[in-house]
């Protein structure tokens, strides 16, 4: 094997520190997340965006509309967030994580490396955009 395709090839030190970094960014995610909504088991995903209370003046309910309206958009951002990481970490406990999911050929390592919830090889993930 050549060194530029060694390069190229997932080895165990790089699959261990994207673990490592899922696993850490997915704490974050969750913190952040508790941080803007509450639990809520009639809610589709158990959870809902915590309503601000900033007073009773319309200019005040018009920031607290607003300010919800927001906090929505970066909920669903952020369980979709963590939706990928559960997924490449799920990957990576099957022996899965690295491999493209279309045509089954190995991922490039800079490309995980840069985004590591990719399921998907660059020429892949180019022909599904095109079509």
């Given amino acids: 094997m050549s060194d530029a395709h060694q390069d190229e090839v997932l080895d165990l030190e790089t699959l261990q520190a994207i673990k490592k970094d899922l696993l850490m960014r997915r704490e974050q995610l969750s913190g952040d997340l508790n941080d803007i909504s509450t639990s809520d088991y009639h809610e589709a995903d158990n959870r809902v965006a915590k309503f601000p209370e900033y007073g009773d003046k319309p200019d005040e309910n018009a920031q607290e509309v607003d300010d ?40 490039n390592k800079k490309r995980l490396l840069a985004r590591p919830t990719a399921s998907s090889c660059v020429e892949c993930k180019t022909k599904l955009q095109n079509s």
Avoid: M, W
């Fill in 68 to 107: 919800y309206a927001t906090t929505i958009v970066a909920e669903k951002i952020l369980e979709d967030s963590l939706e990928d990481i559960d997924a490449a970490l799920k990957r990576i406990e099957n022996k899965t994580y690295g491999t493209c999911k279309y045509c089954q050929k190995p991922i």
